[in-house]
């Protein structure tokens, strides 16, 4: 925490899949805080819509497009933010999407693309965030200190936690982040770099928006409906003790818990950001 007593000020964090929806709330949420925002989306002008909003609110925020699922895309936004800021304190993965099928119709395809970007993609972002995440945090505490904040923070899903019917891609993914997440716990702990998992339930987003009113994105040759049939949307609100989905500003909030130094001494939790579902 700097000089103005906001809780990120000085910061630098990334967010993957911030062009909309919980990503876009956080780091929006980050940028109020003082943290410098390296804002990321597959789809270039809500990308860039994030970053004017920052701005508007006298934040600061660079735009770096991108497809997560691309081989080149770690190097590209973790160069761009060393380029533009020198540092790296918080890693968000949290670009995503759903495709959903029942097991016994689900292709190949189906199944590879969402460990792609839910599991590969955060993999290979951590990996080359390494020299400036644990190395840095190595380099201080040789020093004997201080240590400055660093944290990762992975999004996973009730889906994962649960399972979900219609979702069997979707859930080992985002139960493979946890183990992912507990992971490099262990191995970046020592020096310092938190990584946490945040579990949401049902947050409104484009993601959950009703089936019927026909979201979709294109995915190489293949146009994928997103959202949630209206009925099941209706039993989601009706079975969560708080009766009511939650907003993206909520979601961003339990990430910004998890990166800010009230979490300190937080690391490989899973935080569950549901309204109580499930339980
Ligand atoms: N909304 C929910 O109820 C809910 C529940 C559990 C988990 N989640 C997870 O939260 C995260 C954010 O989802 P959201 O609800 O805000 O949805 P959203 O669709 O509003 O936002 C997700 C963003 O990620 C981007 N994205 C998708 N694939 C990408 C890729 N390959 N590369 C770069 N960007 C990509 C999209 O363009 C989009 O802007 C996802 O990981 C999702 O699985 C959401």
């Known amino acids: 925490m700097g000089m103005s007593g906001k809780l990120l000020d000085g910061d630098v964090a990334i967010i993957t899949g911030a062009g909309r929806g919980i990503g876009a709330a956080s780091a929006r949420l980050f940028a109020e805080h003082g943290a410098r925002v390296v804002v990321s989306d597959r789809d270039a002008e809500p990308t860039e819509a994030t970053v ?10 660079i735009a770096v497009p991108g ?9 590209k936004i973790i160069g761009a ?5 020198g540092q790296l304190n918080h890693l968000v993965n ?14 190949d395809e189906q199944w590879h693309a969402m460990i792609e970007v839910h599991n590969t993609a955060p993999f290979r972002l951590i990996r080359e965030a390494s020299p400036y995440m644990r190395d840095k945090g190595r380099e201080e505490m040789g020093k004997g200190g201080p240590v400055a904040n660093r944290s990762i923070v992975n999004v996973s899903s009730t889906s994962g936690l649960h399972g979900n019917t219609g979702q069997i891609n979707y859930a080992c993914a985002k139960m493979g982040i946890i183990g992912l997440t507990k992971t490099v716990a262990k191995e970046w702990g020592p020096f310092g770099v938190r990584c ?13 928006g009703s089936k ?5 994105m294109t995915v190489g040759d293949k146009e994928i409906a997103l959202g949630i049939p209206e009925g099941i949307r209706d039993m989601a609100i009706m079975f969560n003790p708080m009766q009511r989905a939650g907003s993206p500003e909520e979601a961003a909030g339990g990430v910004f818990f998890l990166c800010s130094p009230l979490a300190a001494y937080v690391n490989g939790h899973c935080l569950e950001v549901t309204g109580g579902a499930g339980i």
């Open 81 to 85: 933010a060393i380029d533009a800021y």
């Open 94 to 107: 949290n670009a995503g999407y759903t495709w959903d099928g029942m097991l016994h119709k689900m292709s």
């Open 196 to 208: 946490n998992a945040i579990a949401f339930g049902f947050i409104e987003t484009r993601l959950t």
């Open 67 to 75: 497809d997560v699922t691309d081989p080149s895309f770690a190097k």
């Open 212 to 216: 019927e009113a026909g979201a979709s």
């Open 52 to 61: 004017e909003s920052i701005k508007a609110a006298g934040g600061t925020a």
